[in-house]
């Protein structure tokens, strides 16, 4: 045989977010400075309300209205199905205040997600489980029934506050030598592995999938990253990561 043929050269490279700042003046850089005003604008205890709210804790003023609504058909009843996105919105604001934090370096950004994370960690740390939502973790158990009209993919909002401790960790905390994220990401990755893996085992795995027609957003790849981190210093959350990872691929797509 001929010589092996060599891979093609590679015509662009990752550039990290923190190695490009944009031209002060621009209006790229007053968009991006818009965007941080934003972030800092919301209330972190508005955010934070339902998830004082499921772990015990006493929250302070009112939740946000919209996808964070928690008043209308009283708490915490899950019966809207809207109110199962609760805390997707948190999860966004994690990675967007850890992006915009490598992204221009405006410390008030990560003085924030740190905030965040503080007090997420906290709320995980009172229900004692791993999990952590703005849900109760009653809502994972009408969705493994097969009560799919009570639930509106609480998997994916998971997926959302997941790869936000992620994005804390890589961005911000992991830098500083806090690895407070990413043991909020390891628990609550370690909790819903073994509930995954409980399912499958009681109902089967064609059960499982049935339930994946219920959308949950990119938990395999959250996963998957949790995994790489956690490899080299507990084996034991980085193989309950990889199992997450797995159990999230639909053999079918209807």
């Known amino acids: 045989g001929g010589a092996a043929a060599r891979p093609p050269p590679r015509a662009a490279r990752p550039v990290a977010l923190g190695d490009v700042r944009l031209a002060a003046g621009t209006v790229f850089e007053a968009a991006q400075r818009q965007n941080g005003d934003y972030l800092l604008d919301l209330s972190a205890e508005r955010l934070l309300w339902s998830f004082y709210e499921v772990a015990g804790l006493p929250p302070t003023g009112e939740p946000y209205g919209g996808w964070e609504d928690a008043a209308k058909g009283g708490w915490p009843d899950p019966s809207t199905p809207t109110r199962t996105l609760r805390g997707h919105f948190v999860g966004h604001v994690l990675s967007a205040l850890a992006l915009g934090f490598a992204a221009g370096g405006d ?71 806090d690895g407070s994220a990413l043991a909020a990401a390891a628990d609550l990755g370690s909790y819903l592995s073994r509930r995954v893996s409980g399912i499958i085992a009681h109902h089967g795995d064609d059960w499982w999938q049935a339930l994946l027609e219920v959308e949950f957003g990119g938990i395999a790849q959250s996963a998957y990253q949790l995994r790489d981190l956690l490899a080299p210093t507990n084996a034991t959350a980085a193989a309950l990561a990889l199992d997450l990872a797995r159990a999230f691929r639909k053999r079918r797509f209807i």
């Open 107 to 177: 410390e008030r950004l990560a003085t924030r997600a740190a905030h965040l994370v503080g007090e997420l960690r906290r709320c995980q740390l009172a229900l004692a489980t791993g999990f952590v939502s703005a849900w109760p973790a009653s809502v994972l158990d009408a969705l493994e029934a097969g009560r799919l009209s009570e639930v509106w993919a609480p998997y994916y909002t998971l997926h959302k506050i997941l790869q936000g401790f992620l994005d804390v960790h890589t961005l911000v905390l992991a830098k500083r030598g």
